[in-house]
């Protein structure tokens, strides 16, 4: 039988994060064979992830990662804040978002590809859950590319570089200087941040949406007693003021506080030399419409008691 060395489970410890004990269990039970005790643990770590996967899991990180003409955003959740200082937590949250350039802004992709200390990017996950003891998941990702020019992003209540709270990505297509684009795609990507915006031009504006607000304007407007059609005008100046509330190129550069982003994009082509088109843009807030559930802790001292 193979002697089970103090080295051995320091390896095994290192390439999994399982605890000393487990590490040294895993193998015994499979005679010092490292790829096999990894993959016993894996199989503990799925078991553990059961139990855990009916918690809420609404904090995390979001992590960004660029690549020339591309870049990706993806939000890794977490049960605890406390788990987004972890040093393990926050290595995969930025290895997803890097893999996620090649594997596109598909969740079950990115889970199926290969993660690089080997196995999946969902082995690693549950890995993870079994280390650290809390539920874990991928929510969510998103890519964007250009064909020239850049895709510039920012992180704000940044953790660690590429890791906050909330994560920005600004595409600009020009044939400009790329350092200056990235420089003016910072910019945006900040103002992005700041002003949350819900599409890029007013004819991306979610009809849904558009008709409730025009509703709710109408309704408004008719408690003045004015005629129909003085009505109508009166919502239709109203929509510019929405507009420029959710729509990023009508909305007002917050660093300058006077500009459209629109006018923005026009001075910059000039300033540049070379027309300067905003293609596209993603603004990810951790846990963002996840409800999460607020415990009763007085209810579950007297549950305990009882």
């Known amino acids: ?19 000393m004990m487990d590490c040294k269990k895993a193998l015994t039970e499979n005679n010092g064979d490292m790829e096999a005790a990894v993959d016993w643990l894996r199989k503990k770590g799925l078991s553990a ?21 591309k870049a990706t955003v993806v939000e890794v959740n977490a049960e605890t804040d406390f788990v987004a200082l972890n040093e ?29 200390n080997g196995g999946t990017v969902q082995d690693a996950l549950t890995t993870l859950v079994a280390t650290i003891g809390e539920n ?7 890519h964007l590319a250009v064909t020239q020019g850049v895709v510039a992003s920012y992180v704000h209540n940044a953790q660690a570089p590429n890791l906050g ?30 002003a949350r915006p819900e599409a890029l031009t007013i ?30 005008k009166m919502v239709e100046g109203r929509l510019r003021k929405y507009y420029e509330e959710v729509v990023l190129l009508e909305q007002i550069y917050v660093v300058d506080g006077e500009s459209r982003i629109a006018q923005v994009i026009e001075k910059a082509s000039k300033t540049l030399g070379a027309p300067v088109k905003l293609t596209g843009f993603v603004r990810y807030q951790l846990g963002e419409g996840i409800e999460k559930t607020q415990d009763d802790f007085a209810a579950e001292v007297a549950k305990m008691a009882s």
Request: aromatic share 2%.
């Open 1 to 19: 039988m193979t002697e089970i060395t103090a080295t051995l489970v320091k390896n095994l410890r290192e390439k999994t994060g399982a605890g």
């Open 203 to 232: 004819a991306d504006v979610d009809t849904r949406a558009l008709d409730r607000e025009r509703n709710v304007l109408a309704d408004q407007a008719r408690a003045s007693g004015k005629p129909e059609e003085i009505i109508a």
């Open 49 to 69: 992830a059961a139990k855990k996967a009916d918690r809420v899991a609404a904090e995390g990180l979001i992590a960004v990662a660029a690549a020339g003409t």
């Open 136 to 142: 874990m998941s991928i929510r969510r990702v998103a």
């Open 88 to 116: 393990k937590f926050q290595t995969f949250a930025l290895h997803v978002a890097k893999i996620a350039l090649e594997s596109g802004a598909d969740v079950e992709k990115l889970k199926a590809a290969a993660y690089p």
């Open 165 to 194: 709270k909330i994560g920005v990505l600004v595409a600009l297509e020009s044939s400009a200087d790329a350092a200056k684009l990235q420089e003016l795609g910072k910019q945006l990507a900040m103002h992005v941040a700041a």
